[in-house]
């Protein structure tokens, strides 16, 4: 199975402040389509995931453009360049390239 | 509106099984794979398998391969996720999801329960 790290697993932000999660993988997940398999989810306290980014770098659909992906092979960044107090959850990295589909550990966004 | 509606909490003991429920609407079921995911207390989610709503063709992770059956019932518009020989460690809270390029929408979760 192709395992997931992030880091930090703790990210203390003051609002308005930018914060970078990191996310690495076993494997590549450089498809020889050219997309990177690899997404961000934010989970609030007490609800279900949503999707920020797929596929490396695409912002998802409502998502503010303060939130962006980077990355490929087997290095990513999540990255937001100025965190709002709504921002607070767990982020997740997920690979898709190959099943079983792998989650990071999670990473804990709280305001300073 | 997209929405996946899943079935309620549930309290099962070591052994039994339990059966979760997830009811698309907001658009066309057959089009877009089902997901499942679960997460148990404090740790991180873990992708449980997945059902192609077309064809009705499930794939599992090899984790719960011999004591799990994804299914769907198209003219419902509803899948399932039925784990077996339940165990302590199942103690979850189970999602359903929608994949499009990614999982695009979420159910509210089903918190499962197992416990003598």
């Known amino acids: 199975d192709i395992v997931m790290t992030q880091s930090p697993l703790s990210l203390p932000v003051t609002p308005g402040e930018p914060a970078s999660i990191s996310c690495k993988s076993s494997?590549?997940?450089?498809?020889?389509?050219?997309?990177?398999?690899l997404d961000w989810y934010l989970q609030r306290p007490g609800q279900s995931p949503q999707l920020l980014i797929y596929?490396?770098?695409n912002r998802a659909s409502g998502v503010p453009d303060r939130f962006s992906g980077s990355g490929s092979g087997t290095d990513f960044t999540l990255k937001i360049s100025r965190v709002e107090t709504e921002d607070v959850g767990v982020y997740y990295c997920?690979?898709?390239?190959?099943?079983?589909?792998?989650f990071g550990q999670g990473t804990k966004l709280e305001i300073k | 509106q997209v929405q996946l509606v899943q079935s309620g909490a549930e309290m099962k003991k070591p052994g039994a099984s339990v059966k979760v429920s997830c009811k698309a609407s907001?658009?066309?079921?057959?089009?877009?794979?089902i997901h499942w995911v679960r997460q148990a207390p404090g740790q991180r989610l873990e992708w449980v398998g997945w059902?192609?709503?077309?064809?009705?063709?499930?794939k599992y992770s090899q984790k719960f391969q011999d004591r799990v059956t994804i299914t769907t019932d198209a003219s419902a518009s509803t899948a399932y996720m039925e784990l077996n020989s339940l165990k302590s460690e199942d103690t979850a809270a189970y999602y359903c999801a929608r994949r499009s390029s990614a999982f695009d929408f979420w159910g509210q979760g089903t918190l499962v329960t197992v416990s003598s």
């Open positions: 997920i690979q898709t390239l190959q099943i079983p589909y792998t």
């Open positions: 494997q590549s997940l450089l498809h020889s389509n050219g997309y990177n398999y």
């Open positions: 907001g658009y066309t079921f057959t089009n877009y794979a």
């Open positions: 059902i192609n709503t077309d064809n009705g063709a499930p």
């Open positions: 596929l490396g770098s």
